[in-house]
């Protein structure tokens, strides 16, 4: 089978921003269950029945359920977009259902807590109006269209709804516990809307009008999957268990089960391993019915295909078709079709495809800013949502949402005020150099531009897959927008594809020694793309915009190859001696580096150290002196105690025997009074020694240490900063030692690998090339083909002949066909396509060209023809694939290019200047293959992808671009368009110098435009634009005289009578004898020159005009004017020679 490739197209808007109605679904008595499952998000697509159908109202029509939004690619439909907010209540999967009836659009919703039923009118009722634009009439609180599920669902893990003949609407809920539950709605017509209940349906379940139980030990079902056959109705079950079990709906039996692990080699064990990825999917054959299964096995994965075949007696079986074994990468959802398995998976990073490269390029010659806007606008990078979010990071304030409505020129001024403003609020000092504005200017625009990867990044998040079975279109679901994959052209397969995919088609007509020779070349080109690094890349590009030579910049490419070749092949040859260099100045570099790091180190040791240690030993000592300190004290107060106790008491003794034997009879009453007195200033006298004490203490254990403290630091920290700096040192220098050691080897390796492949890389590459080039016998013919392949060149017969046949269709015919993708969804896709096949061309013909030039420097030591072969190379292939590049780049740019905004008077007046050239009607143009029976996406796309290519083609003889941008007022992409084909298409040039005139005509550079409209004037005779120009006017006058005409009646609507003068001045050589046009050309003059005053030049126009009857009325509005502005001495002046009678 020969492979096929797609490319991606985004099929977002630029200048649209989808506008979602919110719809709420909310039930009464439904509230949010407690410690809910939330389910992945996922998507899906419906396709109407005729989307493949010409004549259809469906034609190209279909409605993708990430949120519910119906696109049509022949029509821009209004109020298409709805996204439904279901309250208290989350989506199962499997649970959305989209079914089309002979007068409806049916919507099945099925949900952990209720089930949706939404009736929408066919779209062949509706007029340029999506199927959504009424749903907000509809009741959907109502029980015709919501009902909540008695008791729950029961934890549900997957569901599928379907729409019967009868019109009942089915829910199929697979429980955990291993059974298939079926809720039935009865016909949305039915007067009575509730749960269908019946007896035969009571013994499987309580609540539920259905229900199916198999193996209650086999676990719950993972993937659910409904076909009706004729008068029943089949469900497909794919259990966690690997068991897949079909049931009848109409018997309420499970009458097959399979186990899907006799399909798996190797499959010991695999049944006991956790797998939650299983997915079924069914498709209808001629042979019957298929189902594809994938079984996510944890360490591999597979596709297997089983068609259901039936026996007499109601039995059924499987057969297989095919097994397929896939990669570790994770699967996000996939398709069956009559022929092919579609899958879409993501890699660890949850990506599909390799994410852009973080940073970009910018040239010593660019301005950051404009670079960045250019690649943050281009038509291929991102959407609308992802700038917003990203400009909304970047503002602050209140009006963040402010540029929700905005267009995409405003956008762009948006983004560029906010990242400048944040730049500008970020510096500091009022003077710096350029370069460090530079600087500033890349680290900002690069932290905006990454921010708007991270949020394109969210959005492109995949979440579904869809093919069109009548169209066979893909689309490719993700979380902010939808994709198209359009079939690839065969020469950008192979230049695309990896070499181990590379193949030759089949219905490619060439033969097989051809064929090996041109797969052989194109991977030559693939070798040379992959040597050429961004800033050859670059050189490259600007050469092509500053309208250099292409060869001469394919040069100086190939010459910057070679001597990186030369460079590395000197270093295979001393690859020792350069490694020991090498590993020199690593070591130099690598010990100032480890010294300053040693030091850094030390310092940070030695502090940590010093402060562990000083802590340690002032607790330590301070601990030991305080315990001493407080001993000593404690002893001296005891002994003070005890002495002052002993004192006290034998003084006491002695004085109350002395005053008791003198006093005791005398004066008891006086000195017990006195004694007491005494004693309570003894007591009083204790008690303030021992408070005292007491105080003494607390005082002198502060001091201490305090003293003891400072003491201790100062001695401590001299000696240990002594001992642990030689300890640390000593313990340091040892460990660094062996750690430097191990860090230098593995950085000498390290660095010395990265050199070494950087400098192989190229030499081995260029190697491989050349090694290639000699297994190619006939290049030149291989070069042939592919150009041939590239070149859109065809003669205008060819462009135009469908449009004769289109003529005999009938009315219907060609009304379908004039709307053929005519939706701004499909010209974007189109655009799209046109603007990925022109980039990846462009490359192509870079890396051919200079694969050229290295066969015309290798020479006979490649080419097996010899000289002939190097003379068709030079003289002929080379010169094409220059002119290949030079039109692939212009359709690049212009298919990268943004159209600007112009104000309405400028359209205004330029639409009367255009009806002054009285341009016909450009001619109609559509694909031949429109009218073929073939109407699927595959070729209808391609056809028109290549026809816009080719209508854009500069060697073609069509104008119609041009004259596009003419009449849309975009003079400036006009202007640039007319620079970049300048200097090497030779084809349209008269018709480039008028539209170029016209540019400046508009821009007020009248001389100029005069210039242009006369180099113009040489062409006439051989466009078809200028032919065309000059239709209307009088056939007996020559071409160019008619041209001449047109122009002048340009130039008065614009207001330039001395360009008038002058250009009819030239016109008048033109006419010749044709006096007719020569007294039409002089009373031209005459009145511009009496208008602007110049009575002289007028009456010298007046007396060379040839016709006596328009120089008899010339003299009259001369008298008239001259005397109404009183300038009677230049009328009496003037000799009037021939002219008295009059």
């Known amino acids: 089978m020969a492979l096929r490739s797609f490319t991606e197209i985004c099929g977002f808007e630029r200048e649209t921003l989808l506008r979602f109605r919110e719809i709420s679904l909310s039930l009464p008595g439904v509230s949010a ?161 509730e749960l269908k209940r019946s007896s035969m349906m009571q013994r499987f379940s309580d609540w539920i009008p259905s229900a199916m139980r198999g193996d209650q030990g086999g676990g719950g079902a993972l993937s659910l999957a409904v076909r009706e056959v004729e008068d029943n109705c089949f469900l497909f079950a794919l259990s966690q268990d690997l068991r897949l079990r079909l049931w009848s709906f109409r018997d309420q039996a499970c009458v097959l089960e399979a186990d899907l692990l006799e399909y798996m080699p190797s499959c010991r064990g695999a049944r006991s391993l956790p797998g939650h990825g299983h997915r079924l999917r069914l498709s209808l054959c001629s042979t019957g019915l298929c189902l594809g299964v994938y079984l996510a096995v944890p360490g591999r994965g597979q596709f297997t295909v089983l068609q259901l075949v039936s026996t007499d007696s109601n039995r059924y079986s499987l057969d297989h078709v095919s097994s397929l074994f896939t990669t570790q990468e994770t699967l996000v959802d996939f398709t069956l079709t009559p022929t092919d398995i579609w899958a879409v998976w993501v890699d660890e990073s949850n990506a599909t495809v390799p994410a852009p490269e973080d940073e970009v390029h910018i040239g010593v010659d660019q301005d950051p800013r404009e670079t960045y806007l250019e690649v943050l606008f281009s038509p291929l990078r991102f959407t609308a949502s992802a700038i917003l979010k990203a400009l909304q990071i970047f503002r602050r304030g209140s ?182 260099e090498l590993k020199v100045c690593l070591q130099k570099e690598l010990k100032v580096c480890l010294q300053k790091e040693l030091k850094v180190r030390l310092q940070k040791e030695l502090k940590v150290c010093l402060q562990k240690e000083l802590k340690v030993c002032l607790q330590k000592e301070l601990k030991v002196c305080l315990q001493k300190e407080l001993k000593v004290c404690l002893q001296k107060e005891l002994k003070l105690k005890v002495c002052l106790q002993k004192e006290l008491k034998v003084r006491l003794q002695k004085e109350l025997n002395k005053e008791l034997k003198v006093c005791l009879q005398k004066e008891l009453k006086v000195c017990l009074q006195k004694e007491l007195k005494v004693c309570l200033q003894k007591e009083l006298k204790v008690c303030l020694q021992k408070e005292l004490k007491v105080c003494l203490q607390k005082e002198l254990k502060v001091c201490l240490q305090k003293e003891l403290k400072v003491c201790l630091q100062k001695e401590l920290k001299k000696e240990l900063k002594v001992c642990l700096q030689k300890e640390l040192k000593v313990c340091l220098q040892k460990e660094l030692k062996v750690c430097l050691q191990k860090e230098l080897k593995v950085c000498l390796q390290k660095e010395l690998k990265v050199c070494l492949q950087k400098e192989l890389k190229v030499e081995n590459l260029m190697e491989d090339i050349q090694n290639k080039l000699q297994d190619i016998r006939n290049p030149a013919a291989a070069m042939t083909v592919l150009l041939r392949e590239l070149d859109l060149e065809t003669d205008s017969e060819s462009l135009i002949s469908v449009s004769q046949e289109t003529q005999g269709q009938p009315l219907g015919v060609r009304i379908s066909l004039s709307q053929l993708y005519g939706s701004s969804s499909a010209v974007s896709i189109v655009c799209q396509a046109v603007c990925h096949m022109t980039m990846t061309r462009a490359l192509f013909c870079r890396d051919m ?114 004259e596009c941008l003419m009449a849309n007022c975009q003079y400036t992409q006009l202007q640039e368009y007319v620079r970049l084909i300048g200097p090497w298409c030779q084809v349209n040039i008269g018709s480039c110098r008028f539209v170029l005139g016209q540019c400046y005509l508009a821009n007020g550079e009248g001389q100029k435009a005069l210039q242009c ?88 126009a007046l007396t060379q005009n040839p016709d006596s009857s328009m120089q008899l009325d010339c003299l009259r509005q001369l008298v008239v004017v001259l005397c109404e502005r009183s300038q009677l001495q230049d009328l009496v002046h003037f000799s009037y020679v021939n002219l008295h009678d009059e």
Not at 60 to 89: G, M, P, Y
Not at 91 to 115: A, D, H, M, R
Not at 916 to 932: Q, Y
């Open 33 to 193: 269950l407690p410690g809910g499952v939330k389910f992945p998000d996922s998507g899906g697509a419906f396709h109407y029945e005729e989307s493949g159908k010409l004549l259809s109202v469906t034609s190209n029509r279909f409605i993708h359920c990430v949120q519910l939004v119906e696109t049509s690619l022949d029509t821009n439909l209004l109020n298409n977009a709805v996204r439904l907010k279901l309250c208290h209540c989350s989506l199962l999967p499997g649970g959305v259902s989209i079914t089309e009836t002979l007068n409806n659009v049916i919507i099945l919703l099925s949900t952990n807590q209720s089930v949706h039923r939404l009736l929408l009118p066919h779209p062949a009722r509706m007029y340029r109006s999506s199927i959504f634009t009424d749903v907000g009439k509809l009741s959907l609180q109502d029980s015709s269209h919501s009902v909540q599920i008695p008791g729950g669902s029961g934890g549900a893990s997957c569901s599928t709804c379907w729409i019967s003949d009868s019109g009942e609407a089915h829910y199929a809920l697979a429980s955990p516990a291993g059974g298939i539950m079926v809720l039935t709605l009865p016909p949305h017509d039915s007067p009575v809307v």
């Open 399 to 580: 009006d963040r949402d402010r540029t929700s409505d905005v267009s995409w020129e405003s956008l762009k001024k948006e983004v560029t005020v906010a990242v400048e403003s944040e730049l500008q609020s970020s510096v500091t000092e009022f003077e710096f150099s350029q370069e460090e504005y530079r600087q500033l200017q890349v680290e900002f625009w690069s932290k905006f531009y990454a921010c708007c990867l991270q949020y394109q990044e969210a959005l492109s998040l995949p979440l579904g897959l869809s093919v069109s079975p009548g169209t066979g279109m893909a689309l490719l679901l993700k979380k902010g927008f939808v994709s198209f994959l359009l079939p690839c052209f065969a020469v950008d397969h192979l230049y695309l594809s990896y070499d181990e995919y590379l193949s030759s088609e089949e219905e490619t007509p060439i033969a097989e020694e051809l064929g090996r020779d041109v797969l052989q070349l194109v991977q030559c080109l693939r070798l040379v793309s992959d040597a050429v690094s961004v800033e050859m890349a670059y050189e490259m590009e600007k050469a092509l915009e500053h309208l250099q030579s292409p060869e001469r910049a394919a040069d100086l490419v190939l010459e910057s190859l070679l001597s990186n070749d030369r460079k590395s092949s000197k270093c295979v040859y001393r690859k020792s001696s350069k490694c020991k």
């Open 849 to 962: 060209l200079i694969l050229q030039k290295l066969y015309l420097r290798l020479g006979d030591n490649v080419f097996l023809g010899g000289g002939a072969q190097l003379l068709q190379l030079q003289q002929d292939l080379i010169p094409r694939s220059s002119n290949l590049l030079s039109s692939y780049h212009l359709l690049k740019h212009i298919s990268q290019s943004m159209a600007s905004s112009v104000a309405l008077d400028i359209i205004e007046a330029n639409l009367q200047h255009l009806t002054v050239l009285e341009l016909s009607d450009s001619p109609s143009l559509s694909s031949a293959s429109v009218l073929s029976p073939q109407t699927v996406v595959d070729h209808m796309i391609s056809n028109v992808v290549v026809l816009l290519a080719q209508l854009l083609w500069p060697s073609n003889p069509g104008f119609q671009f041009p």
């Open 1013 to 1100: 409209f006369q180099e113009a004037a040489t062409e006439v005779e051989k466009e078809d634009f200028l032919l065309r120009l000059t239709g209307g006017e009088e056939e007996d006058a020559p071409p160019r005289l008619q041209y001449y005409n047109k122009v002048l009646r340009l130039l008065e609507d614009v207001g330039l009578p001395e360009l008038v003068i002058q250009l009819s001045s030239l016109a008048i050589t033109e006419a010749g004898s044709d006096a007719h046009s020569q007294a039409a050309l002089w009373t031209r003059i005459f009145k511009h020159h009496l208008d602007l005053g110049h009575n002289s030049e007028a009456y010298e």
